[in-house]
């Protein structure tokens, strides 16, 4: 969009009602694109701040109409600031995961090797995830817990698939502030529950990746998964 | 301001000339060597200007670290190592840095129970009190994020555990704190993108310090020191001329102060710090005891405290807050804890607080409790 259509039409605003006009503007705009659409916005109602100071101060001179003028001395402001919001978006936004760290990646995880009672770690999208080959006990375990017992009550069949129930895959990240729970290799400490313990803070987890004691207030995520065949699995 | 003599005599045609178009030096000189400061003030009073000399400190020595410093996931550890062993007297300015920003804080807890001790905290000074305030947690905000980065077992693990306490969010507002935390990581875990935004801030915040200490500076020299008897000077005739009281004074302190600075930096340079910052940060192992620098231990040993995910954060924050409505939770009109003998006895029982929550980090219940009840005795 040229200059000059800008001053034109920033002009005609100045001259018609201000909702109306925006309106108008972003509905023609966002039929065309509605990136650009957010940025013109932005500078048009900073210019139209501008023009309500001006004829502000213009119609504080001559004194003649009182509440159109006050009107406008809100306005004015008032436009500078959702102007002023809508820029600043740009700066907030940048922060959050670029378009690298969105693509979302899976990767499959042959289970052949893991033997009864072992687990292992691999990463997925930046996080450790565990995946344990349980024994028959833990599985008995995880399932003989009372729901009432669980702060964050789930029963075992939910965190695993059906078929499948010796493994458990789950997100090797303490629900309370993030480190990395113990337990994974076989001289670990397991904590009280003979799962993990996370010895940031002392949370307990058990065989079922459920918290049972400490400060973490949720079991231990289930990444989304698939077997893709007996012995293969597909995370993400 | 002008409540004193100006005896700013330029001498030379320069300096006149300067002084009539832009009078900085005579404004230096009534506020720095005219300023009229009490007689009667301790060495408790020396605190500010060792504080301003960290401050430079920090600045000086950060700005030629950050000449040789990598931002970058991979090669931050191996820099600062670099730094430590091959760039010349590297070693030297990177451990002041290090040590300069404990004694940073060490300066400015003496300098705050001052504050509390003496009452400089009440009318008129709660605006220069709130600032201070300001300074405080720009000061905390600046150490854990240089603490970073260094990327060490440490650095990672405190980014990940402190960055996470914003996650208790989620159990106001569901995925409210856990946006959060992606914001500030810009991704779904600490990386690189971490460090490197870190970083940035790091170098920015001490000048935001800078900034927030000449409004401290400003709003101190509008209402005049506080004193150990916590009775205002009547008349500016009551107190000396800071240039050369205060001033030799202050320098005294600070000499004592560097020597002891300068024992650290070179006898005891890891002293402390934590040994795990020397391994590499790897995100697939957490150290067995994660513990921040020593400066934020009392809060941190807050946060383990209690047993809630939520109320531990909120009862954290709130112990840093909590000094912001210090001049309006004290309502007793007499000033300094000289003249309140019950008041005393609770500011040495939080002294202590303070001190052994910070050690031990193990008996905070108690350290919160004495906290509040601190607050409550205060009506
Ligand atoms: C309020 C003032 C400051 C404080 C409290 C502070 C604190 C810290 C701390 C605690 C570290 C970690 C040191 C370690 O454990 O090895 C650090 C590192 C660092 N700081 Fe600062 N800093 C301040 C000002 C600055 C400034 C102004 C800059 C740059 C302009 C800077 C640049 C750096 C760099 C490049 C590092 C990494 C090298 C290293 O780890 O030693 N700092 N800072
Ligand atoms: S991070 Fe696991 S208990 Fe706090």
Redesign the interface.
């Known amino acids: 969009m040229s200059f000059r259509v800008l001053l034109m039409s920033a002009f005609a605003m100045y001259r018609t009602e201000p909702v109306v006009c925006v309106i108008i503007i972003s509905y023609i705009e966002l039929t065309n694109q509605f990136l650009r659409a957010r940025s013109m916005l932005v500078l048009y109602l900073s210019i139209y701040g501008n023009f309500y100071r001006m004829e502000a101060l213009l119609a504080s001179q001559d004194n003649e109409d009182l509440t159109r003028r006050d009107f406008m001395t809100l306005a004015g402001p008032a436009f500078f600031a959702v102007g002023g919001v809508m820029a600043l978006w740009p700066f907030i936004d940048q922060m959050n995961p670029d378009a690298g760290a969105l693509a979302l990646a899976s990767i499959e995880v042959d289970l052949a090797p893991i033997a009864k009672g072992q687990a292992i770690t691999v990463m997925w999208r930046g996080k450790p995830v565990f995946i344990r080959n349980r024994t028959l006990a833990e599985i008995e375990e995880a399932k003989n817990v009372s729901l009432e017992d669980l702060p964050d009550p789930a029963p075992d069949e939910e965190r695993t698939k059906k078929g499948h129930e010796n493994w458990l895959v789950n997100v090797g990240i303490c629900t309370h502030l993030g480190c990395i729970p113990k337990g994974q290799s076989l001289s670990d400490t397991k904590g009280d529950y003979n799962g993990w313990f996370c010895p940031c803070h002392g949370s307990h987890y058990d065989t079922s990746g459920r918290i049972r004691k400490g400060p973490a207030p949720r079991n231990m995520d289930v990444p989304p998964y698939q077997f893709i065949s007996d012995t293969k699995i597909k995370i993400g | 301001m002008k409540a004193h003599n100006d005896t700013y005599l330029p001498s030379g045609s320069i300096s006149k000339w300067i002084d009539e178009r832009l009078p900085i030096m005579r404004l230096m000189h009534g506020q720095f060597v005219d300023f009229p400061t009490p007689r009667n003030l301790n060495y408790m009073w020396t605190f500010g200007g060792i504080l301003m000399f960290c401050l430079v400190t920090q600045i000086v020595t950060g700005i030629v670290l950050a000449m040789h410093y990598v931002p970058h996931a991979d090669m931050a550890f191996d820099s600062v190592q670099r730094i430590k062993r091959d760039v010349n007297y590297g070693w030297l300015i990177q451990s002041i840095h290090a040590v300069g920003a404990s004694m940073f804080f060490i300066a400015v807890y003496l300098h705050i129970f001052r504050g509390l001790y003496y009452g400089s905290y009440k009318a008129p000074r709660e605006v220069l009190w709130i600032l201070g305030v300001l300074i405080f947690l720009a000061m905390m905000a600046t150490g854990f994020l240089g603490y970073t980065l260094p990327w060490g077992q440490m650095s990672f ?1 405190g980014v ?3 960055t ?2 914003f ?1 208790s969010l989620d ?1 106001i507002v569901p995925g409210l704190g856990s946006s959060i935390v ?8 600490v ?1 690189g ?1 971490t460090l490197n ?1 870190f970083f940035s801030l790091h170098f920015l915040l001490p000048f935001v310090i800078f900034g927030l200490v000449a409004l401290h500076v400003w709003a101190l020299h509008v209402s005049g020191q506080n004193n150990p008897t916590g009775v205002e000077m009547k008349v500016k005739s009551d107190g000396v001329p800071m240039s050369p009281f205060a001033v030799m004074k202050d320098l005294f302190a600070l000499v004592i102060f560097v020597i002891m600075f300068a024992w650290f930096v070179f006898f005891v340079p890891d002293y402390l710090g934590h040994a795990d910052n020397y391994i590499p940060a790897n ?8 513990v921040p620098e020593w400066y934020f231990l009392p809060f941190y040993a807050i946060l ?1 405290a209690i ?3 939520l109320g ?1 954060v909120i009862a954290m924050f709130s112990a840093i807050i909590v000094l912001v409505f210090i001049p309006w939770l004290d309502t007793s009109r007499v000033r300094s804890t000289k003249y309140r003998p019950l008041y005393r006895w609770f500011f040495w029982l939080f002294a202590f607080t303070c001190i052994a929550l910070g050690y031990l980090g193990a008996m905070p219940a108690e350290g919160s409790y004495v906290f509040w009840a601190r607050v409550f005795t205060f009506y």
């Open positions: 693990w990940t555990v402190i996470n306490l996650s159990e992606t914001w500030l990581w810009g991704g779904y875990s990386t993108t935004r995100p697939l192992v957490t150290p067995a005891h994660i383990r047993p809630s995910k531990g």
